[in-house]
């Protein structure tokens, strides 16, 4: 098990209203569930990463940063709970949460 | 005069012939004396063609062949090195040469053999080119194939995978060689004639039936929401926006994702009836939901698949088949077809390099390459234009007297493999040393980034085919390369240009929205789906039954 937090610069996500939270993945062997909730400062994402899978915190640092950079998700608190998931998953799974807050 | 040339190859095989005559009745031997048939009839210095491929095999010969121990000097030609007998050959040092296309079966066995010196490679081909050759420096002296019946005359009929035996039988017949078929049954009528009596000289009725790999079906049980995406973007960003009539796909779960997206996120798109309509593809049992929809025009393929047989029978408008239903196939046309006729390949790899090289090559397995260099590159003799090709063609090609037509040669790769091995990187493993040494300094490249036009993965699409220099090609790859060593050199500003410019694009620039990307949108959940999509004419092999 690993823990690690990080916030990374975004641009504000205007969050839809009505909606308090959006959910992608499940905790399953080689998957990842992704949280996203209100809750950071308006001008980054914050991430709250816990994995089974220890030792490549770089590479998640990587993809979160990117991730932050290329979306707007500012004001935003993503909890990732992961349980090996393979390194293609993770992207498509932050993706997913996302998509999901702006095409509710 | 004596060696002025004249009919000495005719007289030749008449003698060959003569001293095996005992052992035969008309044309039929008995299996007990297939090695005494081979023994005497194989010559040190032949070039000798053993048929065998990566679904069927002329196993019972192979197995005959590899029981002798005085032959030698053999000049091995055969498409795949993919049974145990055929690896006996070299053990026994029956071989001097060996030119062939395809060793992954046997690929460890294979570099074993070669870094004990008994492995004396020719040249490693793909398929058309093994073939073509057949017809110009490589024409078999002997050739031992296989096929489903036999009439008394001996007549062939070859089934489903018909593959490549007529490539075979052609050349060797017509040069005076000899020709010898192992078959499953002796009849006294065939479905169909596929070989005429003419060009065989002995048939034998092997005490089992040839094996048949079942290479082509995909569980899409197997299939995981990660392809399901590639499969969106794939569709929305290569087969809308060129509008692709005609395609091949290979063999991999990503292009099995596309072809269960067809009737659902395809049809959803209104896409049918526009793409998608004629395919150079084995009857892959992952296509029988978009068929049954009404999506596909026709297909021609190179070789059958197990268990398809009744459904195509029962499907003559789409495949190609013999008068009583029986599934045609044919590899050098079918890979002719792919090469000229398609619009687009589309093909799956272990490993791509920062300038869009890829191989399925790994250290000590020497693969080979089969068939996808043939239709995984640019046919600079194609001259009939197609909306597609002429797009890809404006992209590539804007200056004037350049070739207007470009094919669609799209890559589909996840970032990375099993076990967190990256897709992506700096240097191919089949430019190891010792891989390097047997190929006599030619890299065994699958497809040539030179000949890719997409590369598609989970992260993004490159369009490769638009770059202008190779450093904004190798820009592109990188910013597609997920979070691989060679991904994570990417510059941002790069990338965001060539996102400005439409050369990568991500899911969001497709109007991809990844939240819909799950395995439910697949319009068949596993292999029972598909039996039920096929109205029960579908008969999947044991293997891939669990219920």
């Given at each position: 098990m690993e823990?690690?937090?990080?916030?990374?610069?975004?641009?504000?996500?205007?969050?839809?209203s009505?909606?308090?939270?959006s959910?992608?993945g499940?905790?399953?062997?080689?998957?990842?569930?992704?949280?996203?909730?209100?809750?950071?400062?308006?001008?980054?994402?914050?991430?709250?990463?816990?994995?089974?899978?220890?030792?490549?915190?770089?590479?998640?640092?990587?993809a979160?940063?990117d991730?932050?950079t290329?979306?707007?998700?500012?004001?935003?608190?993503?909890?990732?709970?992961?349980?090996?998931?393979?390194?293609?998953?993770i992207?498509?799974?932050?993706?997913?949460?996302?998509?999901?807050?702006?095409?509710? | 005069?004596?060696?002025?040339?004249?009919?000495?190859?005719?007289?030749?095989?008449?003698a060959?012939?003569?001293r095996?005559?005992s052992?035969?009745?008309?044309?039929?031997v008995?299996?007990?004396?297939?090695?005494?048939?081979?023994?005497?009839v194989?010559e040190?210095?032949?070039i000798?063609?053993?048929?065998g491929?990566?679904?069927?095999?002329?196993?019972?010969?192979?197995?005959?062949l590899?029981?002798?121990d005085?032959?030698?000097?053999?000049?091995?030609?055969?498409?795949?090195?993919?049974l145990?007998?055929?690896v006996?050959?070299?053990?026994?040092?029956?071989?001097?040469q060996?030119?062939?296309?395809?060793?992954?079966?046997?690929?460890?066995?294979?570099?074993?053999?070669?870094a004990?010196?008994?492995f004396?490679?020719g040249?490693?081909?793909?398929?058309?080119?093994?073939?073509?050759?057949?017809?110009?420096?490589?024409?078999?002296?002997?050739?031992?194939?296989?096929?489903?019946?036999?009439d008394?005359?001996?007549?062939l009929?070859?089934?489903?995978?018909?593959e490549?035996?007529?490539?075979?039988?052609?050349?060797?017949a017509?040069?005076?060689?000899?020709?010898?078929?192992?078959?499953?049954?002796?009849?006294?009528?065939?479905?169909?004639?596929?070989?005429?009596?003419?060009?065989?000289?002995?048939?034998?009725?092997?005490?089992?039936?040839?094996?048949?790999t079942?290479?082509?079906t995909?569980?899409?049980?197997?299939?995981?929401?990660?392809?399901?995406?590639?499969?969106?973007?794939?569709?929305?960003?290569?087969y809308?926006?060129?509008?692709?009539q005609?395609?091949n796909?290979?063999i991999?779960?990503?292009t099995?994702?596309?072809e269960?997206?067809?009737?659902?996120?395809?049809?959803?798109?209104?896409?049918?009836?526009?793409i998608?309509?004629?395919?150079?593809?084995?009857?892959?049992?992952?296509?029988?939901?978009?068929?049954e929809s009404?999506?596909?025009?026709?297909?021609?393929s190179?070789?059958?698949?197990?268990?398809m047989?009744r459904?195509?029978?029962a499907?003559?408008?789409?495949?190609?088949t013999?008068r009583?239903?029986?599934?045609h196939?044919?590899?050098?046309?079918g890979?002719?077809?792919?090469?000229y006729?398609?619009?687009?390949?589309?093909?799956?790899?272990?490993?791509?390099?920062i300038?869009?090289?890829?191989?399925?090559?790994?250290?000590?397995?020497?693969?080979g390459?089969?068939?996808?260099?043939?239709?995984?590159?640019?046919?600079?003799?194609?001259?009939?234009?197609?909306k597609?090709?002429?797009?890809?063609?404006?992209e590539?090609?804007?200056?004037?007297?350049?070739?207007?037509?470009?094919k669609?040669?799209?890559?589909?790769?996840?970032?990375?493999q099993?076990?967190?091995?990256?897709?992506f990187?700096?240097?191919?493993?089949?430019?190891?040393?010792?891989?390097?040494?047997?190929?006599?300094?030619?890299?065994?490249?699958?497809?040539?980034?030179?000949?890719?036009?997409?590369?598609?993965?989970?992260?993004?699409?490159?369009?490769l085919?638009?770059?202008?220099?190779?450093?904004e090609?190798?820009?592109?790859?990188?910013?597609?390369?997920?979070?691989?060593?060679?991904g994570l050199?990417?510059?941002?500003a790069?990338?965001?240009?060539?996102?400005?410019?439409?050369?990568?694009?991500?899911?969001?620039d497709l109007?991809?929205?990844?939240?819909?990307?799950n395995?439910?949108l697949?319009?068949?959940q596993?292999?029972k789906?598909?039996?039920?999509w096929?109205?029960?004419?579908?008969?999947?092999?044991?293997?891939?039954?669990?219920?």
């Amino acid at each position: 098990m690993e823990k690690f937090q990080k916030s990374f610069p975004s641009a504000p996500l205007a969050w839809p209203s009505g909606k308090t939270w959006s959910l992608a993945g499940v905790v399953g062997s080689a998957n990842l569930e992704v949280l996203m909730e209100p809750g950071a400062a308006a001008d980054s994402a914050e991430f709250d990463v816990q994995t089974s899978f220890p030792g490549y915190q770089d590479s998640w640092l990587a993809a979160l940063s990117d991730f932050s950079t290329h979306y707007a998700l500012g004001g935003t608190k993503v909890t990732i709970h992961d349980q090996g998931a393979a390194p293609v998953v993770i992207t498509m799974r932050l993706r997913q949460a996302l998509d999901q807050l702006i095409h509710p | 005069m004596a060696d002025a040339p004249s009919d000495t190859r005719r007289r030749n095989k008449a003698a060959r012939i003569a001293r095996v005559q005992s052992l035969a009745n008309g044309k039929i031997v008995p299996h007990e004396k297939t090695a005494d048939l081979l023994g005497q009839v194989i010559e040190p210095g032949d070039i000798l063609c053993l048929e065998g491929d990566n679904q069927k095999q002329a196993d019972f010969l192979a197995n005959q062949l590899a029981s002798l121990d005085s032959l030698r000097d053999i000049h091995l030609v055969m498409s795949c090195i993919t049974l145990p007998d055929h690896v006996a050959l070299f053990k026994k040092g029956m071989v001097k040469q060996v030119d062939f296309c395809y060793a992954a079966p046997q690929g460890t066995a294979v570099a074993e053999l070669l870094a004990a010196g008994q492995f004396p490679i020719g040249a490693i081909h793909t398929y058309n080119e093994l073939y073509a050759r057949y017809y110009i420096d490589l024409t078999p002296r002997v050739a031992l194939i296989a096929a489903v019946q036999a009439d008394r005359a001996g007549n062939l009929f070859l089934g489903a995978n018909t593959e490549e035996t007529p490539a075979i039988v052609e050349p060797t017949a017509f040069s005076d060689g000899v020709v010898i078929a192992q078959v499953n049954e002796i009849v006294d009528t065939l479905p169909r004639v596929d070989i005429p009596a003419d060009q065989v000289d002995f048939v034998i009725q092997a005490p089992y039936p040839f094996h048949l790999t079942a290479l082509f079906t995909r569980d899409p049980a197997a299939i995981t929401d990660v392809q399901v995406l590639i499969a969106m973007m794939a569709l929305r960003g290569i087969y809308a926006e060129y509008e692709v009539q005609s395609l091949n796909h290979g063999i991999g779960f990503n292009t099995a994702a596309i072809e269960l997206l067809l009737p659902t996120y395809g049809e959803e798109l209104g896409l049918k009836g526009k793409i998608c309509k004629y395919w150079m593809v084995n009857p892959l049992p992952t296509m029988i939901p978009a068929i049954e929809s009404g999506w596909v025009d026709t297909v021609f393929s190179v070789g059958g698949e197990v268990g398809m047989e009744r459904y195509t029978a029962a499907r003559s408008d789409i495949y190609f088949t013999g008068r009583d239903g029986s599934f045609h196939s044919n590899r050098p046309m079918g890979q002719l077809a792919g090469h000229y006729a398609v619009d687009m390949f589309v093909g799956a790899s272990l490993q791509v390099d920062i300038h869009g090289n890829s191989s399925t090559v790994s250290k000590n397995r020497i693969t080979g390459f089969g068939g996808a260099p043939n239709m995984g590159c640019q046919p600079a003799g194609r001259r009939h234009p197609s909306k597609a090709w002429l797009k890809a063609g404006r992209e590539a090609n804007p200056g004037p007297g350049s070739i207007p037509g470009r094919k669609l040669v799209v890559q589909i790769v996840e970032t990375f493999q099993a076990g967190r091995v990256p897709t992506f990187v700096d240097s191919l493993d089949a430019q190891d040393p010792s891989i390097m040494s047997a190929m006599q300094g030619v890299p065994p490249i699958m497809i040539y980034g030179d000949d890719v036009t997409h590369l598609l993965t989970e992260e993004g699409l490159a369009n490769l085919g638009a770059c202008r220099t190779p450093e904004e090609r190798t820009a592109a790859i990188r910013a597609v390369a997920g979070y691989t060593p060679v991904g994570l050199q990417r510059s941002a500003a790069e990338t965001a240009a060539l996102r400005a410019r439409g050369i990568v694009k991500f899911p969001e620039d497709l109007g991809v929205s990844p939240a819909q990307a799950n395995r439910g949108l697949l319009a068949a959940q596993d292999i029972k789906d598909l039996v039920r999509w096929s109205g029960g004419l579908y008969d999947p092999p044991s293997q891939f039954i669990d219920w």
